[in-house]
């Protein structure tokens, strides 16, 4: 059966397994050429827009970073039709004025991962694309805005800041965490970077909304990273997370943002299509299907 085609797409992190705001819910599962997605992909509709959701770490949390299928991820995602993806994540403040509680929209990365594959490409087709802006900025401004329209009580959004992506899952040392502060780093967490470029490379509009769940390791008057201390600051507010995404999502429907990421792989990929092996032409075809001659 056709799979039903999504414009949005949320992936949910730490805290966020489930949207229940979303209507009509139906789980789809989508296996891809880059193996099972981390769950099923539930679609349905928040407040009348039809959206996909993925559970990151899958419903019962169940996969560390590292386990990640982040390509399998974004396929299923781009299967769908996703063009615009927005993503929830639970991230350490490196920062006193990121108090635990508030908002981050989350504007650069620095990548500290080891152990991920964060391509599409390889296997006879090479592409390079272009990430000097890794977020979307017109999205990042859907979220910002969205946040605003809310007037959420007793919350506080950074309109951006530096994400860093550590492999994990240990939490940093103090040295790393004072190391990662002298780089000017805003927030860290185990999982965004790898989406992002994923996202980039098949043209998805990515940004991240990450909520400050703890100071890390670093801070002389606050307690270490535990997850207990995680968790106790998600079930405050993935309530206010799933009121920005239902906002965002409302105002993605109303007016999509142009995004050049809707473009990355035209001036990105090196190898001329009709000397790839058919085989990876095919693997990515819903990826490449704007550059192919024959799309369907
Ligand atoms: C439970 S604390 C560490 C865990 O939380 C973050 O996950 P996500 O980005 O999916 O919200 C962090 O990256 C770690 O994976
Ligand atoms: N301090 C931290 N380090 C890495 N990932 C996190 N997720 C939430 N808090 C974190």
């Known amino acids: 059966m056709a799979l039903p ?3 949005i797409g949320v992936i949910g992190g730490s805290g966020l ?5 979303l209507t009509g819910a139906v789980a789809q599962h989508i296996p891809t050429p880059f193996g099972d997605p981390s769950d099923a992909l539930v679609v349905g509709e928040l407040a009348g827009v039809p959206v996909a959701f993925l559970a990151r770490h899958g419903r019962h949390h169940q996969l560390l970073p590292t386990e990640l299928p ?15 993806l927005i993503s929830v994540s639970a991230v350490g403040s490196l920062r006193s004025e990121v108090k635990p509680l508030d908002l981050v929209v989350v504007d650069q990365f620095i990548d500290r991962t080891r152990n991920r ?4 490409f390889g296997a006879g087709i090479v592409a390079h694309i272009t990430f000097e802006n890794p977020v979307c900025p017109a999205l990042a401004q859907v979220l910002i805005d969205a946040i605003n329209t809310l007037n959420l009580p007793d ?6 800041g530096t994400y860093v992506c550590m492999e994990g899952p240990a939490f940093s040392t103090k040295a790393e965490s004072e190391l990662y502060r002298s780089w000017g780093a805003t927030v860290i967490g185990m999982t965004n970077l790898p ?4 996202a980039r490379e098949a043209e998805i509009a990515y940004a991240t909304l990450a909520l400050a769940t703890d100071y890390d ?3 002389p008057d606050h307690a270490s990273v535990s997850v207990e201390m995680v968790v106790a600051n998600l079930r405050k507010n993935v309530t206010n997370a799933q009121a920005v995404i239902q906002q965002a999502v409302t105002q993605i429907a109303q007016q999509p943002p142009p995004s050049k990421a809707h473009r990355a792989l035209k001036n990105a990929i090196m190898t001329p299509l009709d000397h790839v092996p058919p085989a990876t032409l095919e693997k990515l075809r819903p990826i490449l299907a704007p550059y192919l001659k024959n799309p369907s």
């Open 70 to 84: 982040a390509r399998a991820n974004i396929y299923a995602l781009k299967t769908l039709g996703v063009e615009y």
């Open 195 to 198: 989406e992002a470029k994923l």
């Open 17 to 21: 397994y489930q949207m229940p705001a």
């Open 217 to 219: 390791c670093w801070h």
């Open 117 to 120: 594959i964060s391509t599409f």
């Open 155 to 160: 919350v506080t959004v950074h309109r951006q």
């Open 5 to 7: 085609q999504v414009k």
